[in-house]
């Protein structure tokens, strides 16, 4: 019986124990943070991711272009990309554009590659036929002449479509950007943003954000700006967007220096990051960057950039945007590859 009573009694005072670890108190060292987007998902500690958004290569595949690693071999570019230190792909999805390029098929095609070599995975959505970015958020073709209500539909709709796509084919999606450098919103002139007028914006936003989470509940949801280097542009978007109920997990920042600015930029992008996190609450990541592929400061600036966001514990990644594009395929110069198709130095800081 003294057996019993004290096995009973050391069981109870272990689940005494438990119970004080796990409930947690207000009073945690400290103040509350500024309240966040609606970020409510629990999710696993991992590494800083560092990616490639490679969302032109079977583009480039299609027109004969090859791969090859620093002594001159031919490599699959996510294989070669994974050999580098690279754990992680971005891939866009436009609505329906005319040559296919970046449709819900060709994304899938890519996204199997990636969870084949064991790669972690965001989806950028840009609800456009074609590019969006600061300078234009174009309703697709199929959308024109929709009211807010009818566009918010077609942001679920889509998202969802999409999503589920990926999901019925076994592939794992970390996290979904709900828009591509919406940083005057999307979708205009009905969810544009300006001055103190947010509304159109964020029901868009949130209807994709739930679409998302309907599908990938513990998938990060991104608002991605650009210019992440200028914080008074930032916050003025999130002020706005917290102010009208915008629901988000993580914010999301590009990052384009010269070489004239590089250490400036680098310097103001990571202070951001930190700030933007204390103020929100949020988590933060560098979804995009890049430099020139023959500058001599690439390597510098993305090492400093890695290094700078392994530093921030809200930071959870980094991408390189399309380093895989030849230099000056498409008018793009700031891809991480030579003429031979090698990978430039810019690339070592991934490795690190």
Same mark, same amino acid.
């Given at each position: 019986?003294?057996?019993?009573?004290?096995?009973?009694?050391?069981?109870?005072?272990?689940?005494?124990?438990?119970?004080?670890?796990?409930?947690?108190?207000?009073?945690?060292?400290?103040?509350?943070?500024?309240?966040?987007?609606?970020?409510?998902?629990?999710?696993?500690?991992?590494?800083?991711?560092?990616? *490639?958004?490679?969302?032109?290569?079977?583009?480039?595949?299609?027109?004969?272009?090859?791969? =090859?690693? *620093?002594?001159?071999?031919?490599?699959?570019?996510?294989?070669?990309?994974?050999?580098?230190?690279?754990?992680?792909?971005?891939?866009?999805?436009?609505?329906?554009?005319?040559?296919?390029?970046?449709?819900?098929?060709?994304?899938?095609a890519k996204a199997r590659r990636a969870q084949a070599l064991g790669?972690?995975?965001?989806?950028?959505?840009?609800?456009?036929?074609?590019?969006?970015?600061?300078?234009?958020?174009?309703?697709?073709?199929?959308?024109?002449?929709?009211?807010?209500?009818?566009?918010?539909?077609?942001?679920?709709?889509?998202?969802?479509?999409?999503?589920?796509?990926?999901?019925?084919?076994?592939?794992?999606?970390?996290?979904?950007?709900?828009?591509?450098?919406?940083?005057?919103?999307?979708?205009?002139?009905?969810?544009?943003?300006?001055?103190?007028?947010?509304?159109?914006?964020?029901?868009?936003?949130?209807?994709?954000?739930? *679409?998302?989470?309907?599908?990938?509940?513990?998938?990060?949801?991104?608002?991605?700006?650009?210019?992440?280097?200028?914080?008074?542009?930032?916050?003025?978007?999130?002020?706005?967007?917290?102010?009208?109920?915008?629901?988000?997990?993580?914010?999301?920042?590009?990052?384009?220096?010269?070489?004239?600015?590089?250490?400036d930029c680098a310097r103001l992008c990571l202070d951001n990051m930190?700030?933007?996190?204390?103020?929100?609450?949020?988590?933060?990541?560098? =979804?995009?960057?890049?430099?020139?592929?023959?500058?001599?400061?690439?390597?510098?600036?993305?090492?400093?950039?890695?290094?700078?966001?392994?530093?921030?514990?809200?930071?959870?990644?980094?991408?390189?945007?399309?380093?895989?594009?030849?230099?000056?395929?498409?008018?793009?110069?700031?891809?991480?590859?030579?003429?031979?198709?090698?990978?430039?130095?810019?690339?070592?800081?991934? *490795?690190?």
């Open positions: 019986m003294k057996k019993h009573l004290t096995a009973a009694l050391f069981a109870f005072m272990s689940m005494v124990v438990s119970l004080s670890a796990c409930g947690g108190s207000d009073d945690d060292n400290g103040a509350k943070p500024e309240g966040g987007g609606g970020n409510t998902t629990e999710t696993v500690e991992r590494t800083l991711a560092k990616g *490639a958004d490679v969302s032109w290569l079977t583009q480039l595949e299609q027109e004969g272009k090859t791969f =090859c690693n *620093a002594k001159g071999e031919k490599k699959e570019c996510m294989q070669l990309l994974k050999d580098l230190g690279c754990d992680a792909i971005r891939l866009r999805v436009w609505v329906n554009p005319s040559d296919g390029w970046c449709g819900k098929d060709d994304v899938l790669m972690r995975l965001m989806i950028d959505f840009h609800y456009s036929d074609s590019w969006a970015d600061p300078g234009k958020q174009n309703v697709p073709e199929s959308w024109h002449g929709y009211t807010l209500g009818q566009l918010q539909k077609a942001v679920a709709e889509h998202t969802s479509d999409v999503l589920s796509t990926l999901k019925a084919n076994g592939i794992d999606v970390e996290w979904v950007q709900i828009g591509n450098e919406t940083s005057s919103g999307m979708l205009w002139p009905l969810g544009q943003a300006q001055g103190s007028q947010f509304a159109g914006y964020v029901s868009l936003n949130n209807a994709g954000y739930d *679409a998302a989470k309907s599908v990938y509940p513990d998938a990060l949801c991104v608002i991605h700006l650009d210019r992440g280097q200028e914080l008074a542009h930032c916050t003025w978007m999130f002020d706005g967007m917290r102010a009208g109920g915008a629901k988000w997990d993580v914010i999301g920042l590009s990052l384009y220096p010269s070489d004239s600015d590089w250490q930190q700030t933007l996190a204390r103020r929100y609450g949020t988590k933060v990541m560098l =979804c995009e960057t890049g430099m020139p592929w023959d500058s001599p400061n690439a390597s510098a600036m993305l090492k400093r950039m890695v290094d700078g966001c392994k530093s921030i514990d809200d930071c959870l990644g980094i991408f390189y945007w399309e380093p895989e594009c030849p230099p000056g395929w498409n008018g793009y110069t700031l891809g991480a590859f030579d003429n031979e198709g090698k990978p430039t130095a810019a690339l070592d800081a991934f *490795a690190r």
